[in-house]
């Protein structure tokens, strides 16, 4: 079981890898299947995957430092057991802090970051009921990165479309 889960998160790492980073805007590669709100269902078959990868997506920039953006990504793993949230932030923040996130004034705790790459970081929980019904049931949230200690910058995302977005993943 350990090595069937090792190449499952193998396969979802690498579909991540070649999905988002096509320069230094976090565009996804993949095909634009469905537009929910200010969500986008994009699909691309990972190399070396024998099926099509689906992640429910919304790239931002902070609303004051239109040099920093974020990409987060939703999916659901290839056996359908277990939803990932994954966030994609940029090089140089703080990396001990965490990412913070906020939902409609409630905040959600901190999740550390697994892995930089050159195009930025990674934040990734395994998403449960509690945090899929809050994102779905609410309006704004807020996720924050760090460029001190300090200094935390807050980039909104809409949740509209979430719901629906997240219900049409295949």
Known sequence: ?????????????????????????TLAQGVVKAQHGDWQISCDTPPG???EQCALIQ????????????SVIVLKTADKQASLLRILAPLGILLPNGLGLNVDGKDMGRVAFVRCLP????????????????????????FIIFKTPEEGIGIP??????????????
Do not use: R, W
């Open 119 to 142: 195009s930025g970081c990674i934040a990734e929980v395994i998403m449960d009921d509690n945090l899929i019904n809050t994102l779905s049931n609410g309006e704004n949230a807020i």
């Open 49 to 51: 995957a024998s099926f």
């Open 1 to 25: 079981m350990p090595n069937k889960l090792f190449h499952l998160f193998a396969i979802i790492s690498s579909f991540i890898v070649i999905f988002l980073f096509s320069g230094s805007t």
């Open 59 to 70: 790239n931002l920039t902070a609303e004051n430092q239109s040099n920093i953006g974020l």
């Open 157 to 170: 995302v809409s949740l509209n479309g979430f719901a629906n977005g997240y219900n049409s993943l295949p």
